[in-house]
């Protein structure tokens, strides 16, 4: 899989996508509620922002899908 698939969402209707992010990110606000606080501090290697912790991930894909859906909210109105 590579490691930002815009291909793979190429040509879907929009609908469609965002409910397919909204299915995943419930699912991950179900994971990241299930932690322990001490949990969120854990780190991992990413290959291209190196050392992040779960809170830095959440962060970062908070402001990434709200980036996201500013862009889209000015296309629909453009339409």
Known sequence: MPLFPDDE???R???RALAML???RLEHARLLEELE??????????E???ELSILDIARHT???DA???????????LS
């Open 37 to 46: 606080p001490a949990a969120w501090s854990r780190t991992g290697i990413c």
């Open 67 to 77: 980036e996201h859906v500013a862009k889209i909210a000015r296309l629909v109105q």
């Open 48 to 50: 291209v922002e190196g």
């Open 22 to 24: 909204s299915s995943v």
């Open 62 to 64: 908070t402001a990434h």
């Open 9 to 11: 969402y190429h040509g």
């Open 13 to 15: 209707w929009l609908h």
